[in-house]
Structures are given as structure tokens and as C-alpha cells.
């Protein structure tokens, strides 16, 4: 599967890299707002067709699919570009900024019969799903206390004078939607929506949120959330049940799992990621839209929806 390109950041070495390790993938074309950045791109990844123009990637014929890694703002409007000259999206977290835009992405999936896919690596690997069979072992669950705490290196910067993009709000970006998505998506995957919310926002000179929590609440159990990119956090996290713990070595890349029962005992929920976290959901995606689906069975369009609610809420 031929691949565009969007956004020549770091996400997106991590996106190639992880992707290059599967047979069907390719790349067939890079975009970027400058023809300097977009040859620079090509050159490292020898990617034979550049452009400047997304209407023309998505006609040229030299793409069947698009990873999005651009800023957060532009995630909607550049699916819905894409998936109306038929090319399926796999789009990064957050897939869009509000309900609304979300919304509109799956009525343009549906009209157009294209696949789109929000990019939320941690919950299609294999430890993750793993752990969703064995939810219950520990039941009644009571709490889920999922954080997500990594300083920033442009928070240097911002106390510099110097604002990058993630710190810019108008560009959609902030602590919750670009690291609390990490811990209210998987939430969200094992026990859905929550009844009421309680939040809490630290809000740096910009508008953007530096860091925050957020409580959702449930009929007979709390989802504890915390979030940051002006701190950093090195405990695991966990779900609390009355028959013991489910402890997870990171929300954002759950690769080491365990259930540490109340009587002592303790199962290893682990499975071995035999490829970088990202391949997985490359993996997902081609599978769908190999077999004829606009969204995935796991990375849903209803479930990237309710996830959205909660980051705009």
C-alpha cells in the first residue's frame, strides 16, 4: 500500500520506521507546506514524488493511503480532503479538535467509502488487548488512575520567550490533546463513557494548557487522569479492583503488564511486541481496508468520538 505523507516531524521517523517492518507498506509521495522541506523529506526516505499542493498528492494516482502528522488544527480538513479524492486516512492523535469535525470525517468516510483511522498506537498492541480479555479478574473494578507527565523540551523555550507549536492553542495543541489523549482513549476502550466529569487545568501565558487532571465518574467505580508537559511522572499506572491491581508500566506504550492479586499472586499479562509499538497500528489499518471497512473494529470511529468529548469538554 502506497503511502502520502504529511508532516516531516519526528513522529514521523518514529511512523516510517516502525512502519518499513511491513510487507505491504510503501512510500509513494511526501507533502510539505515548502518544496525545500518536502525534497530534504524525500531524500532521506528516497521517496520518489514530492509536493506542495494536497490536492495534487491525493489526484496524482501515486498514493492509495495518507498518514497525517500534522498540526492538530488541520487533522479534519485535510481527511476530509483526502478520503473525498478516495484515499484512505490514518490520521495522528487526536484525529480532530472538536465532535463536530469528527462528525463530519466519518459522514465524509461514509459518502466516500474510505477508511479512516485515528493513529492511537497503545490500544491495537498485542499487551493492551490482552489485558482487555483479563479486565475482569480483578473485578468489581473500583479506580483507574492513568497519567501521562513528560516535560517538555519547548517548555524551556516557552520560558524563553520562545513559543513553538505545542504550546500554541490555535493550533489545537496543549497537555490534554497531546498527552492526556494517551490516558482518556484507553479509558475509554475498556469501560466507555464516563456519567460526569470533574476537571482541573493549569493554563500557561498562551492559552495552552501546561497540565491538568480529571476525574470521570461512573455508576460503581472513578477514572483518575493526569496530564503534563511542564513535569514529569515515572510511576506506573494502574486499575484498582477488589480482587487486586492491574499495574502498567506506561498508559501511552503498555508493554509490560501485570495483575498483582490481593492474595499474593502475580500474572504477567505481557506479550511480546515482536515490532516497534507504531507497526501495529499500520497493521490495523491495511487490514481494513484490504477487507473493504471505512474504520476499524478496535480504533473505532464512535470510540475516537467519545474520546474527543472528553478532550473538548
Given at each position: 500500500m502506497r503511502f502520502g505523507i504529511i508532516g516531516t516531524n519526528w513522529i514521523t521517523d518514529h511512523f516510517i520506521k516502525a512502519a518499513s517492518a511491513h510487507p505491504e507498506f510503501s512510500l509513494g509521495?511526501?507533502?510539505s507546506r515548502t518544496m525545500e522541506k518536502a525534497k530534504m523529506f524525500a531524500e532521506k526516505?528516497?521517496?520518489k514524488h514530492v509536493y506542495t499542493n494536497?490536492?495534487?498528492m491525493f489526484q496524482s494516482g501515486n498514493i492509495d493511503a495518507v498518514y497525517i502528522a500534522?498540526?492538530?488544527k488541520f487533522h479534519a480538513e485535510q481527511s476530509i480532503l483526502a478520503m473525498k479524492?478516495?484515499?484512505h486516512v490514518l490520521c495522528e492523535k487526536p484525529a480532530v479538535t472538536s465532535v463536530q469535525e469528527m462528525d463530519e470525517v466519518i459522514q465524509t468516510a461514509k459518502t466516500y467509502n474510505a477508511m479512516f483511522m485515528e493513529a492511537m498506537k497503545s490500544t491495537v498492541t498485542p499487551t493492551f488487548l490482552n489485558l482487555k480479555k483479563h479486565l475482569d479478574e480483578i473485578a468489581p473494578i473500583r479506580r483507574f488512575v492513568f497519567h501521562y507527565n513528560q516535560y517538555s523540551s519547548r517548555y524551556d523555550k516557552y520560558k524563553?520567550?520562545?513559543i513553538e507549536n505545542a504550546f500554541k492553542p490555535e493550533l489545537g495543541n496543549g497537555s490534554k490533546m497531546d498527552l492526556g489523549v494517551y490516558c482518556l482513549a484507553p479509558i475509554v476502550h475498556l469501560v466507555g463513557e464516563p456519567k460526569s466529569i470533574v476537571k482541573n487545568h493549569y493554563y500557561l501565558s498562551t492559552g495552552a494548557d501546561g497540565q491538568g487532571s480529571m476525574i470521570l465518574n461512573y455508576d460503581n467505580f472513578e477514572a483518575v487522569v493526569m496530564y503534563s508537559k511542564i513535569t514529569d511522572s515515572f510511576f506506573p499506572s494502574e486499575i484498582q479492583g477488589e480482587k487486586g491491581v492491574i499495574e502498567i508500566d506506561k498508559i501511552s506504550d503498555p508493554k509490560k503488564v501485570v495483575i498483582k492479586y490481593r492474595?499474593?499472586?502475580i500474572k504477567d499479562l505481557t506479550v511480546e511486541h515482536k515490532f516497534e509499538t507504531m507497526y501495529y497500528e499500520v497493521e490495523e489499518f491495511i487490514n481494513c481496508v484490504?477487507?473493504?471497512?471505512i474504520e476499524s473494529d478496535i480504533n473505532s470511529h464512535e470510540r475516537t468520538k467519545q474520546v474527543v468529548k472528553l478532550l473538548t469538554m
Open positions: 509521495a511526501v507533502y526516505y528516497q521517496i494536497l490536492e495534487e500534522s498540526p492538530n479524492n478516495r484515499i524563553e520567550g520562545i492474595n499474593g499472586e484490504k477487507n473493504g471497512k
